[in-house]
């Protein structure tokens, strides 16, 4: 069983959810739950590839995930989450007789009653389902901000809280609303990746890096290169430009080259920025190992606790080799130690 089907028959069992099969005309879409601000004001023809693909997915395997709806008093449904899954449907649907078209399974959500739980619930499921486009998080953060009056960090706990994010999130995500507008339309279009714009933020003057990484990219292609070839270049020129900028901001302040030994603060501040959405998903294991550390490190659990988390780190880690011994492979492929001359 799928953590989606998990999570719905949860949902249900708690009095969260019913689950309904309904005619697309019976849902309606409201800008309230729209938690794609660029893809609605974009005339994307990734968007319409994407729900043709999905259309596909959904003829040969059936809908798999329900797309959550809530009740709008008119005698219909108000869609909250899953837009490509109700489109992929209708689109499905322009093709078969009257009286044979699919009906759009749906999760009736009762704590979306509210606008402001709506808009939260439908963030949450685009972010930890969909990967929602960074453009389209930035953007939520802010109206967000903005409709709450959360201004300023010392309310970036609450924007945190209501995402279900870390405050590290938050933070990369808003500086993202800072690059030149043609920037976050390569972020938004997926030229540049989530990370490389994350590293973008720290570089005052971006113009001139996008344009020698765009540069070598072409060069790479054009000299036969592969596409992930010339994406690494491009990645490659963008973090070697954030490193110099970050040490350039060192030297200026006084700071030696040589590192200092942390305060707890320091220790807790650092790792707390692993929490961001470069380092995976929340529910990684890193992501989990790093807030178990911090919680460890604030004194609220044993470590016992720590020491289970980190076992699991552990167990996927490369192992390394013994010192002093050489580790051959064999023509048959078997392997084995030798002592090193």
Not at 3 to 23: H, S, T, Y
Not at 33 to 58: F, H
Not at 259 to 271: G, N, T, V
């Amino acid at each position: 069983m799928s953590n989606e089907a998990k999570e719905i028959i949860e949902r249900m069992q708690n009095g969260g959810a019913v689950l309904l099969f309904l005619d697309t005309s019976e849902i309606v879409e409201s800008d309230v739950t729209n938690v794609r601000p660029w893809t609605s004001k974009e005339s994307d023809e990734e968007e319409l590839k994407k729900i043709e693909l999905l259309a596909e997915t959904i003829q040969e395997e059936g809908q798999i995930q329900p797309v959550v709806v809530r009740k709008n008093g008119n005698g219909k449904y108000e869609l909250v989450a899953g837009r490509r899954r109700k489109r992929a449907i209708e689109l499905i649907n322009a093709g078969r007789e009257k009286g044979k078209e699919l009906k759009v399974s749906a999760v009736v959500s009762v704590n979306a009653s509210e606008n402001q739980n709506a808009f939260r619930q439908a963030t949450i499921e685009n972010i930890h389902r969909e990967q929602i486009n960074p453009m389209d998080m930035a953007v939520n953060i802010r109206n967000v901000r903005e409709k709450f009056g959360w201004k300023g960090t010392k309310e970036t706990s609450k924007v945190a809280a209501f995402f279900k994010v870390s405050k590290a999130s938050v933070i990369q995500y808003e500086r993202l609303l800072g690059l030149p507008e043609e920037v976050q339309k390569k972020v938004y279009t997926g030229e540049l990746t989530r990370d490389d714009a994350f590293r973008l933020t720290s570089i005052d003057n971006v113009p001139p890096v996008i344009e020698e990484a765009q540069l070598l990219s072409n060069r790479i292609l054009a000299e036969g290169g592969t596409a992930k070839q010339a994406k690494a270049a491009k990645s490659g020129v963008i973090k070697k430009a954030a490193k110099e900028v970050k040490s350039a901001k060192r030297k200026a302040q006084g700071k030696e080259v040589k590192p200092e030994p942390r305060s707890r603060r320091e220790i807790i501040e650092f790792f707390e920025g692993m929490l961001g959405p470069a380092y995976g998903y929340s529910n990684s294991d890193v992501h989990v190992f790093v807030g178990k550390f911090v919680d460890w490190c604030k004194g609220t659990i044993a470590d016992s606790t720590l020491e289970k988390y980190w076992a699991k780190i552990v167990e996927k880690a490369d192992k390394g080799k013994p010192e002093g011994v050489l580790i051959v492979t064999t023509h048959r492929g078997k392997t084995i130690s030798r002592p090193k001359k």
